[in-house]
Structure formats: structure tokens, C-alpha cells
């Protein structure tokens, strides 16, 4: 390289590093600022993480100044947010109010939320493992785009993922390398702030090594990182290679707390450990306490140099590449190594001394520039400004609105009544869709844990396919082998088959419904699973749904009404945990036209501003379905709830049931009838719903907003005011009794709740529903009682 290019890459680095350290120093009092200086007004402690940050701003420096492009996608290390949000506001995107307000309401988040932080946040963080999940899933996504032209291999970014060592142990990560490997997942980069530390302490050895291997074994090329320039060119030097061994076999306690002690414990340690080695004593005795000090604790993650090589070197193709970059926890703080570090905040002495090392003026806290000369300041803006990412692109889209099939289109599928099941139902508007020639359909993706045959998905993926972004023609249909089902693989498919991992499922979801912001691509994704195993998902589900990605979840069979499956697959807790999760609404319709509302529905809702994902809890069980005499449960079953036989005013007695139990709320209905011909039958398809409708109309007659909600009261309201003020409500659920037994705080109406309080087990319907009380038996008891 000619002198003139090497200069000025020297000038550059060193341009770098200023950088870093005003990142470093803005990130830690955006933190010390929230907690020793900002008023606290309940003697909480605010907190935030200056070791993590630290620890990781050398590695952040080197990607948002230099190697990230627009189109690249990060997911920040959850408790690195205060460097994320320093950066952003060097680049003009995250005000200093926000800096400021760090951790209190309206400021910049703790951990990065792409709904809740102005700046531009790709993926939340928050729980570990889930972020790093995101970027292959997200990549995947891309890889489907780009499949159909709509990302052009010239805007196809990196999905990169910033994690620390200890997220390392979340199993989700390797369920979502497995289908990386299967996927063929590029572009796709995991960075790993390997410091050896984690919340407790410092980390064990074992695994030192075990990393690579495993992500070498599922085809990742792997980097790592372990020292700077620096100590390669100390360990080149007589003596050094004593020093590079001595670090390689310490045990991470020892070197960590080496690493806080600083150089004179370095000094008499090493000296000690080498005392028979001159050329090493000699190498030592060269530097300065303070030198030994950094040599021995500037590792490659670092190291500018370093870290923007190995970007370079990882430009050139889009293997997927897992990096493991060394580092220190705190690294430049009081606290570096110390294994108690994670929550360490530096006292107001401490942050002063860090303020004077770094050469930020007092009472300049807030300029990242501070203390620099003109021509400084003027080349460090030029840096910034040059960065590719500070680019002036549009990063979050809008995608067009896409017409959806009408309910009415989708009717037409499960039209004829007769007796069917709503899983049934669900795969009819499937298939139907399957049929369609619009762009909507086009842009329907379905994906599920290996469910998909069992879940009713089948009919949409014979007609649609199997997405692959290798080809492979179905073997068992080329030899004419009888099969219900064709499996050929083909990048036009638009079915992304997934392993039995339901993390994955709701990562999956998560990265599809999240086209839209992301490449400005709307996709309609649809994902099914078994009911019971939402639970295996449930953080990423909230992960998906704290991202505000759109998607239709379809969970089916459910309940005891699996019967014979047994008491590990009858779900118990759906209903109750669709109704307490935020940004999903929750259905579980119980006749096939009600299934084909609500499917529309949720393709609406999938693409509207202040939309939703949507859950719909299904069965397998065939139930006779209902004559429609007028509209009116069309809009009930959107709004949760409806008469399907409407009380006298004024009755004293309703059945109200949500699912598949219909035929028993109905045989008990009819019972009833004879006698008190006054009684009415309630429909819920979804607790979920009419609870948040009832609690919103609550809140409005008291806050004075929503003047609508408020004059005309809830729907629940509405539907239980035609009672009597005393009247008695018996509720029916495949489920805990609990999403239905609030109905009675609504009117004041008394409640007899029948659900599942206990694991059910392997039987047929009958005895099943009559063991635990759920048949029409059981509901006629329940009304005698409360006519007692
Ligand atoms: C699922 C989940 N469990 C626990 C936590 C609490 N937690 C936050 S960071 C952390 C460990 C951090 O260690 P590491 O990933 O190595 O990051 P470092 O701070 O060392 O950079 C833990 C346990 C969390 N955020 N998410
Ligand atoms: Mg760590």
C-alpha cells in the first residue's frame, strides 16, 4: 500500500477511536445522568448497564461508522441500548431530550423497541436469545422477497445480530441455527461480545472452544477475534509468545480479575508465572504498569483494526458468520473484570475521573464533541457524515394497502352448514385462497413447526408449495406414489416448513409480519400450531407481538376435546393467555361461517394502522352447524359475542359458551326451553375482545375521551343488559372456566363457571365431558343451582 493511503488510514482509525471513546463516554452518562442526577421520585434505582455498554462500544464504533450499510439490520444486545441510542443521536436521529430522559417516560428506551424508541430501531430486544433468532429469521424473510423480485439482490441487507456471551446459553438460539442450516440462510451475521462475564459472574471455561465447532457443524464460517493488532504485534516480539499462552490457558476468573486489579497485579502475576522465561521478564519490565495494563486486556473485540479487517473480510460474500469478538466487561471503567460488574454504576467521582481521561470539558457532559479542537470536531462530522449508514435512506416503510378477500368471498368456503369443524373450515378458506389469482393471495405465506398436514394447511400447500431456495421436486409424486399431499420445493413456494420448534414458529412470524416496515413488502402470514404448544413459544410470541409484527396464528386442536390425545395436548391456559397478551386478539368461534369472518377479519387487521395479530383457537370435533336466520352474528362474532338465541327481556337465566362445546350449551339450551322458555343462549368467539371493549367503554365514561364507546356501553354491556338485573349466567368454556367467569362483574349477574381447573386425560367425548363437567348435564346442574 503506498505511504500517502497508509496515512491516511492511520489518520482514520485514529478519527475511529476518538469516536468510540465520545460514544463510550456519552453512553456511560446518559446512564450515570439517569441515575445519580436526574430527580428520582420513588427511590427506585433506574439502572442501565455501563459494563455491558462498554464492553461493546468498540465493536458498535467499527459497524455503525464504518462497515454497516443502509440495508443492513442490527439486533442490539438488550443492555447495550445506551450505546445504540448515543450513536443514533451522532447521527442525527435520537434527540438529546430523549438521551436525557433515558429510561423514564417518553425517553430512549432501556432496551432498543422498535414501537417504543424514536430512533431507528430494527429489532426489539429485551428478552436474550430472541433478538439473535430474529436476524436469521429475518433473513429468511429476505430470501423470500428476494425470491419473488422484491428485493433486488443490489438492496438485500445483513441481518446482524449483537449478543453477548452468556446469550449464548439460551436454547433458542441453536433451535434457530438448526433451521438456518436447513433454510440456507445467508447473509446473515452473528457478533458475539465474548467479555466471559454474565448478570453473575464470570463465565466457565468449558464451552471456550465449543462455540466454533458448533456453528463450524452447521455450516456458519466462523471468526474469531481474540487479539488486537497491538498484542499480535507484542506477541511477535522475544518474550511474547509466554504472554499470548499465558492468556490463552488462564482460567477466565483469574484473567478477569487481573483485568480489574490492573498492571501492577499484572506485573507480579506474570512475572511470577514466567519467571523462567527471560525473554518474557525482559518484554514485561518494557512497559509501564498502565501499558501492561491495556496490552494484556485490549483483546480483538477492541481492536478497530481488528473488528473492520474481519468486516471486510465477511463483505465479499454472504455466508452466514459467527464471530466471536474477546472483550472486557467495563472495559476503561473502575469496574473492568470485576465479575460483580453487570449492574456496576460509576459513583460521581468516578464518572468525573472518566470524563477528564477521555478530555470532555465539566459542564460539556452532553456535547459528544467536547474538548476537541475545530479541526478535531470538523474531522470527526466528516466521519460520521461519510458513514454509509448515516446515508439519508428511508429505513422504515409503508407498504401499499393490499386488497383482501371480502368475508362474504370466504363464506363461500365453508358454505352448505351441514356439520363440519372449524380446523375443517380453516383449511376450506385455505384451500380457496390457494384458488385466488389476486395479489392478495400471491402474498399469503404460511409456515408451521411440522403441524402443517395436521393443522389442515395441506390443501393451501399442494396448490401453493413448499419455499425453498433450492429446488426439490417431490420423489413420492414423480414415482406415482399415491399421496394426499405434494411436497416439492421451490423458491415460488410460499410455504416455509419449519422443524418441531415453536420458538421458531413465533421467530418466524415475528420476521414475515415485519415485511411490511422492514422492505416495504406487506406479507399476510399465516402460522398453525397445536393449541397446547403455544405455551412452548410464549416469550417469542410476546417477542412477535411487542414488535407489533402482523401475523394470523391458528392453534389447533384444542382443549379436552382432543379427547383421545390425552391430558399432555388438551390445552388448558389458550383462552386466558390470548386475553393477556397485548397487540393479539384472541377468537374461538365455534362453527365454520363464524371461522370464515374472523379470518378475514384478521387479514384486515393484519394490514391496518392501528391493527393486530390475531390468535384463533380451533377444534378438530364436526358439530352441526346453525341456520342463519339474519346478519346479526356477523358482526357479533367480530365485536366477541352474540344471542344465537335470544333471551325474553328481562329472563332471569342465560347458557353462554365459546367453542366447540356448543352442542352441549345448546342440548342444555334446549332442555332448559321447556321450562323457562325466557332463557337465552350466548355466543363468545372471543372473551378477549368484549373484555378489552368492556374495560375501554369503562374507562371512557371516566376519562371523558371516547364519547362513542361511552354512549353506546360495551358490547358485552349491550348483550347482557337485556337480562334481568338478577338474572343468573351459567358459562361454558373448553378451557380455564376463568375467561368467562368475569361476565358476572359485568351486570352484577351471579356466575356459575364451568371450564377446565384440572389435567384432563385420554378418553372419548362423552365420559370425558361428563368427568369434568362439561357437558349439558353439568350445565343444567349449575342453572338449578343458581335458581336455587
Ligand atoms: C430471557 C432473559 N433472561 C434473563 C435476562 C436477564 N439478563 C439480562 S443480561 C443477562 C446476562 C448478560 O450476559 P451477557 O449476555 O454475557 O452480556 P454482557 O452483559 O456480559 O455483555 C441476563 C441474565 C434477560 N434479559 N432475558
Ligand atoms: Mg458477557
Redesign the pocket.
Known amino acids: 500500500m503506498p505511504d500517502g493511503s497508509m496515512t491516511a488510514k492511520r489518520q482514520e482509525i485514529a478519527l475511529l477511536r476518538r469516536i468510540e471513546e465520545r460514544i463510550l463516554w456519552l453512553a456511560s452518562w446518559t446512564i450515570h445522568n439517569a441515575n445519580h442526577l436526574r430527580e428520582s421520585r420513588d427511590g427506585l434505582k433506574v439502572g442501565g ?1 455501563q ?2 455498554c462498554a ?2 462500544t468498540t465493536l458498535m464504533t467499527a459497524l455503525y461508522m464504518k462497515a454497516l450499510r443502509p440495508q443492513d439490520r442490527v439486533a442490539v ?3 447495550a441500548s445506551p450505546v445504540f441510542h448515543a450513536i443514533q443521536h451522532l447521527f442525527g436521529r435520537q434527540s438529546l431530550a430523549n438521551l436525557k430522559r433515558f429510561r423514564s417516560l417518553g425517553g430512549a428506551q432501556s432496551y432498543p423497541s422498535r414501537t417504543k424508541d424514536v430512533d431507528d430501531v430494527d429489532f426489539s430486544t ?4 430472541l433478538g439473535v433468532a430474529m436476524t436469521a429469521f429475518a433473513s429468511l424473510a429476505q430470501d423470500y422477497l428476494a425470491a419473488r423480485g422484491a428485493v433486488k439482490p443490489e438492496a438485500m441487507g445483513r441481518m446482524i445480530s449483537l ?5 449464548l446459553d ?1 436454547g433458542n438460539i441453536y433451535e434457530a441455527l438448526i433451521e438456518a442450516c436447513k433454510h440456507d440462510v445467508r447473509n446473515t451475521w452473528w457478533i458475539v ?1 465474548y ?1 466471559r ?3 453473575d459472574a464470570t463465565t466457565q471455561d468449558r464451552m471456550f472452544t465449543r462455540y466454533g465447532e458448533i456453528f463450524e457443524a452447521a455450516g456458519w464460517t466462523v471468526e474469531t477475534l481474540k487479539w488486537s493488532k497491538r498484542q499480535r504485534e507484542a506477541f511477535a516480539r522475544p518474550g511474547g509468545e509466554a504472554l499470548r499462552v499465558w492468556i490463552e490457558t488462564a482460567p477466565n476468573d483469574l484473567y478477569s480479575a487481573l483485568t480489574y486489579q490492573g498492571g501492577a497485579a499484572w506485573r507480579e502475576r506474570l512475572s511470577a508465572d514466567l519467571a523462567d522465561n527471560t525473554d518474557a521478564l525482559a518484554l514485561i519490565a518494557a512497559y509501564k504498569d498502565i501499558d501492561l495494563g491495556e496490552l494484556m486486556t485490549e483483546l480483538g473485540g477492541h481492536c478497530l483494526e481488528t473488528l473492520l479487517e474481519a468486516f471486510e473480510r465477511a463483505s465479499h460474500d454472504d455466508a452466514p458468520r459467527f464471530f466471536i469478538a474477546y472483550t472486557v ?1 467495563g472495559l476503561r471503567l473502575p469496574f473492568q473484570g470485576h465479575k460483580d460488574n ?1 449492574a456496576g454504576l460509576m459513583t460521581p467521582t468516578q464518572i468525573a475521573e472518566l470524563r477528564q481521561k477521555l478530555g470532555v470539558i465539566e459542564g460539556e457532559e452532553w456535547d459528544p464533541l467536547s474538548g476537541l479542537s475545530s479541526a478535531e470536531r470538523t474531522a470527526l462530522k466528516g466521519l460520521i457524515a461519510r458513514a454509509p449508514f448515516a446515508a439519508d435512506v428511508q429505513r422504515q416503510h409503508v407498504a401499499p394497502t393490499v386488497a383482501t378477500p371480502s368475508a362474504d368471498e370466504l363464506l363461500e368456503a365453508v358454505a352448505g352448514g351441514g356439520e363440519q369443524s372449524t380446523q375443517a373450515a380453516f383449511g376450506k378458506v385455505m384451500f380457496e385462497i390457494s384458488r385466488r389469482t389476486d395479489e392478495f393471495s400471491g402474498r399469503v405465506v404460511t409456515t408451521s413447526p411440522d403441524v402443517t398436514v395436521s393443522t389442515n394447511l395441506g390443501g393451501f400447500v399442494n396448490r401453493r408449495g413448499v419455499f425453498h431456495r433450492r429446488a426439490h421436486e417431490d420423489v413420492f409424486k414423480r414415482r406415482r406414489i399415491p399421496s394426499a399431499q405434494v411436497w416439492s420445493m421451490a423458491e415460488t413456494g410460499q410455504h416455509v416448513e419449519l422443524g418441531i420448534a415453536e420458538n421458531n414458529l413465533f421467530i418466524a412470524l415475528a420476521a414475515l409480519g415485519l415485511t411490511a416496515p422492514l422492505f416495504g413488502e406487506r406479507l399476510f402470514p399465516v402460522g398453525t400450531l397445536y393449541d397446547p404448544f403455544i405455551a412452548r413459544g410464549l416469550d417469542a410470541l410476546n417477542y412477535a407481538c411487542y414488535q407489533d409484527a402482523r401475523f394470523l396464528l391458528v392453534a389447533t386442536p384444542s382443549g379436552l376435546t382432543l379427547a383421545p390425545e390425552g391430558g399432555a395436548h388438551q390445552s388448558i391456559n389458550g383462552p386466558v393467555i390470548g386475553m393477556a397478551q397485548p397487540g393479539l386478539d384472541t377468537y374461538e368461534p365455534a362453527f365454520a361461517d363464524e371461522t370464515a369472518v374472523l379470518m378475514a377479519r384478521a387479514f384486515d387487521r393484519i394490514q391496518a394502522r392501528d391493527g393486530a395479530s390475531t390468535y384463533l383457537r380451533l377444534s378438530t370435533r364436526v358439530i352441526a352447524q346453525p341456520e342463519r336466520t339474519d346478519d346479526a352474528w356477523r358482526q357479533g362474532t367480530i365485536d366477541g359475542g352474540y344471542w344465537l338465541k335470544a333471551p325474553v327481556p328481562g329472563a332471569k337465566l342465560a347458557v353462554v359458551f365459546s367453542g366447540a362445546l356448543a352442542p352441549e350449551a345448546l342440548a342444555a339450551f334446549e332442555a332448559l326451553s321447556e321450562d323457562m322458555p325466557e332463557v337465552g343462549l350466548l355466543a363468545i368467539t372471543s372473551p378477549d375482545v368484549l373484555h378489552r371493549d368492556w374495560t375501554a367503554s369503562g374507562r371512557s365514561r371516566w376519562t371523558g375521551e371516547g364519547a362513542r364507546t361511552a354512549s353506546r356501553g360495551s358490547t358485552i354491556e349491550t348483550l347482557l343488559s337485556t337480562l334481568d338485573r338478577d338474572a343468573g349466567l351459567v358459562t361454558l368454556a373448553d378451557g380455564s372456566p376463568l375467561s368467562l367467569s368475569w361476565l358476572g362483574s359485568v351486570r352484577g349477574h351471579r356466575v356459575r363457571a364451568l371450564g377446565l381447573e384440572t389435567f384432563g386425560q385420554s378418553g372419548d367425548l362423552p365420559d370425558l365431558y361428563a368427568k369434568y363437567r362439561l357437558d349439558a348435564d353439568a350445565v343444567l346442574d349449575a342453572c338449578a343451582d343458581l335458581l336455587s
Open positions: 448497564h459494563a455491558s464492553s461493546m444486545k438488550p443492555h429485551g428478552s436474550v436469545g449478543l453477548g456471551d452468556a446469550e439460551e461480545d467479555n462475564q454474565s448478570l466487561k453487570h
